[in-house]
Every structure is written in C-alpha cells, then in structure tokens.
T-cell receptor, first 109, second 118 residues
C-alpha cells in the first residue's frame, strides 16, 4: 500500500529553527509537495521537490532524498504565524496526490 | 496567482436534505478539479476527481449517488451532498490543477466549506 508518515505534533520556540520530517512509500514518484494549513482554512502551497537536494525559499527550505523515501521541511526564524499544520504529499505514478496526516506545529513565545 | 473560490464557506442543514457546494476557478480554466473531505485532526481525503465535460472519477468507498459531482464548465464544479446525515458533517475542500503552474500538477485549493448536518 501507499503510506506517508510524518510526526503528529511538534513544538518550537519563536525565533528558533524546526525540521519536520516526512517518509513515504508510494507506487511511483512524481514529486513531493509541502503545504501549510491554518486551522479551518484550506492548504496553501509551500514547496515542490522532484530531484534530490535542498530547495530554499526564504525562511522555508525543503529537502528530498528519493533513494531514502525521505523529505524534510525546515523552518527558520520561527514566527507565531507559523503555527499551523504542515502537510506532506507525494504524487504517485498516476499523478495522484497521496497525503500525509499532517504535522501540527505549535510555536511558543 | 490562480484563485479558487468556494461557496458557501459554511452551511448548516437538517438531516435528509441536500446541499450544493460550488467551486470556481476565478482567473483560469480548470480542466481538472478535485474534491476532498477533511475530518478534524485528520488529513485530506480525496473523494473524487472531476474532469470538465465527463463523469467524475470517485475514490473507493465514496458513494457516487450520495455525492453528486458536476463539472459542466471549465470554471465551475459542484458537489451536491444528497440526503445528508450527521456523519457527513465535515470540511469539504476543492482544488484545481493548473497545468501552467510553476510546478507541474500543482493544485490550488479553495477556502473550504464547513458542512454541519443536524
């Protein structure tokens, strides 16, 4: 079967750095997405990785290792507004998104 | 960027009635739209894929006669929850695939519709 694993919840301090991991087992791979979802709102796109390596975009970076079936989202200089759920999603061989359950990130002052 | 709207943003209905949710792509044409359902503290669950001008493709376990999807134009898809029951109460989100997006097969999400069936 297809499976996406990510921690259920993480806590970090304002101004610090946090890394949210995602491991996956899917039938085929056509890229990995990270989305941010605030409570009661729809997900918004953060990043897309299809090749191995690190993609940096401002305070957010996303890393992919296809051989290990592993990705992480790195958030730097954390702000209170970063409190949200972070969803990892993999596009399989049928170009269908397989979603993880999401990681709820709690930022403390 | 691509904007997807949903209407209504929230709705309360009585058990046994039907509810229609609209999903519109405002500044682009969406040949493919997706309907998701999300229960509290759970991830998105794909219900169906809607292609303009053809029948929707439903995921396993989703009743096509209960969740009617119509994608009559390139900018509008509708989801009708028929004979709603309390267990249908959920957050329903639509998304559209934008082929011209910076990243292939990226999906833009609508703001979601909170359905409560009493």
């Amino acid at each position: 079967g297809q499976n996406i694993d990510q921690p259920t919840e993480m806590t970090a301090t304002e101004g610090a750095i946090v890394q949210i991991n995602c491991t996956y087992q899917t039938s085929g791979f056509n890229g990995l997405f990270w989305y941010q979802q605030h409570a009661g709102e729809a997900p918004t796109f953060l990043s897309y990785n299809v090749l191995d390596g690190l993609e940096e975009k401002g305070r957010f970076s996303s890393f992919l290792s296809r051989s290990k079936g592993y990705s992480y989202l790195l958030l730097k200089e954390l702000q209170m507004k970063d409190s949200a759920s972070y969803l990892c999603a993999v596009m399989d061989s049928n170009y269908q998104l397989i979603w993880g359950a999401g990681t709820k990130l709690i930022i403390k002052p | 960027g691509a904007v997807v709207s949903q209407h209504p943003s929230w709705v309360i209905c009585k058990s046994g009635t039907s509810v229609k949710i609209e999903c519109r792509s405002l500044d682009f044409q969406a040949t493919t739209m997706f309907w998701y359902r999300q229960f509290p503290k759970q991830s998105l669950m794909l219900m169906a894929t809607s292609n303009e001008g053809s029948k929707a493709t439903y995921e396993q376990g989703v009743e096509k006669d209960k969740f009617l999807i119509n994608h009559a134009s390139l900018t509008l898809s509708t989801l009708t929850v028929t004979s709603a029951h309390p267990e249908d109460s959920s957050f329903y989100i639509c998304s559209a695939r934008v082929l011209q997006a910076a990243h292939p097969y990226e999906q833009y999400f609508g703001p979601g519709t909170r359905l409560t069936v009493t």
